[in-house]
């Protein structure tokens, strides 16, 4: 199928900082092992009685050095296999790091992953003269990939309601549109966005057995550009103008956070979760919110309190806003944040657990300038640690948290949250 290129103007290329070799268990099937197996790496001193592989159930991955770096890691971070070899002799899940591939119909949509340095900080050439190798990719997947999974439908809005794909792209590209708007502070286009969404809740998309009231792809259209327009006249027009989070949203929504500031693996590993005591020591803390806060994650101060996460970050730079913008524009244009990507959420709620993603960076950024980071700074390292885990924690995607991100968008706390943490 042909691999699309999001409009939003983002860049990567690897600049061999080292940290994905650190971070992640990276699978590798069968073939690779064989691979890599015949590449003769046992002949040399530094890989004796060193497994190249691990184990874990009925999956192997590459094996890590004590100091949590990868086997095949270099002291050059860079990786051996790929020196020696090249890079079609790296494992598929390494090569296609951070690219991101997600099926929408009769093709796919090229996003990436923020967790990766260059690609927070938009280093190297732009996407879109890398479709050669996401088509590489692409192929890869289409010839060990059911058809059937390549050919399944598009998410549901909410329940069973479903659209076409092209009407989900509609809705993708009209909210991409509210959150490029660079004449308002970013934490207010979230919440027009949630605006529009809470309305789009009540549409009737399937008529109702009336072809009269089916939202048509040009009635769709014409939907989304009236209450875009609606919400900006009845969205408050700045955060001190609405509501703070009540008491139990803060409580759920600081259990959220934790979730997005975990590392449970690699060289970023938090310390206050080792162990069932540890963790539940820490979900404790992160309930009651006072103290100071756990350290889920190795960048995470160890001074950090949660009084500090109640004080307003301040004024951002530029570039500070064009990374939450870009951020979220890429997991919106890709459909990153519903279906199968996303734990199998609909469109509505997948967009409202993105729209959460914003107060958790703002959170955790709040936290991060307790030990001298500068905002942006602390912002960078914030998204960087919420991107990791979208989509791929899946404590995310455990019914308990399904939960709790619906009782906060029923509460009306989304908006709330993301005003006050958006200051």
Same mark, same amino acid.
């Given at each position: 199928m042909q691999v699309r290129s999001l409009p939003v103007l983002q860049n990567w290329d690897c600049h061999s900082c080292g940290d994905c070799c650190r971070s992640y268990a990276v699978p590798v099937t069968a073939d690779e092992r064989r691979r890599i197996e015949g590449q003769g790496w046992e002949a040399l001193p530094e890989f004796q009685g060193i497994p190249f592989f691990v184990r874990r159930g009925s999956e192997f991955y590459l094996n890590h050095r004590a100091d949590g770096s990868c086997v095949f890691l270099g002291a050059d971070n860079l990786c051996r296999i790929h020196g020696k070899f090249g890079s079609a002799a790296k494992p598929l899940a390494c090569r296609i790091y951070p690219f991101l591939l997600v099926p929408a119909g009769d093709h796919w949509n090229l996003g990436l992953r923020l967790a990766c340095p260059s690609a927070a900080e938009n280093k190297g050439r732009a996407l879109s003269e890398q479709l050669s190798d996401a088509r590489e990719f692409a192929a890869f997947f289409e010839s060990t990939t059911a058809k059937e999974k390549l050919a399944a439908p598009p998410p549901p809005l909410q329940g069973s309601q479903t659209v076409p794909w092209g009407d989900v792209a509609r809705i993708a590209a009209a909210v991409s549109r509210l959150l490029a708007n660079e004449a308002e502070p970013f934490e207010r286009r979230w919440r027009k966005v949630l605006f529009v969404v809470s309305m789009l809740r009540k549409a009737k998309f399937? /008529? @109702?057995?009336?072809? !009269?009231?089916?939202?048509?792809? /040009?009635?769709?259209?014409?939907?989304?550009?009236?209450? /875009?327009?609606?919400?900006?006249?009845?969205?408050?027009?700045?955060?001190?103008?609405?509501?703070?989070?009540?008491?139990? /949203?803060?409580?759920?929504?600081?259990?959220?956070?934790?979730v997005y500031a975990r590392k449970d693996h690699g060289a970023e590993k938090g310390t206050a979760q080792r162990g069932p005591i540890g963790r539940i020591w820490s979900a404790v803390k992160f309930a009651a919110g006072r103290g100071r806060v756990p350290k889920l994650h190795a960048a995470l101060p160890d001074s950090a309190t949660f009084s500090a996460t109640e004080v307003p970050l301040g004024s951002l730079g530029d570039n500070a806003?064009?990374?939450?913008?870009?951020?979220?524009?890429? !997991?919106?244009?890709?459909?990153?944040?519903?279906?199968?990507?996303?734990? @199998?959420? @609909?469109?509505?709620? @997948?967009?409202?657990?993105?729209?959460?993603?914003?107060?958790?960076?703002?959170?955790?950024?709040?936290?991060?300038?307790?030990?001298?980071?500068?905002?942006d700074a602390a912002v960078m390292q914030a998204v960087r640690m919420v991107d990791d885990n979208f989509g791929f924690n899946p404590l995310l995607g455990s019914t308990r948290q399904k939960f709790a991100l619906r009782m906060l968008a029923n509460r009306g706390e989304l908006p709330r949250l993301i005003a006050w943490y958006g200051r």
């Open positions: 399937d /008529g @109702g057995g009336d072809p !009269k009231k089916v939202v048509t792809a /040009g009635r769709l259209s014409e939907l989304l550009h009236v209450l /875009g327009e609606a919400a900006h006249d009845e969205e408050p027009k700045t955060a001190a103008e609405v509501p703070i989070p009540g008491w139990v /949203g803060r409580t759920i929504f600081r259990q959220l956070a934790a806003v064009s990374l939450l913008s870009r951020w979220h524009r890429l !997991k919106v244009e890709s459909l990153q944040f519903c279906g199968s990507p996303n734990f @199998g959420l @609909g469109v509505w709620e @997948g967009l409202e657990s993105l729209a959460l993603t914003f107060p958790a960076a703002m959170w955790l950024a709040r936290v991060l300038v307790v030990d001298g980071r500068s905002p």
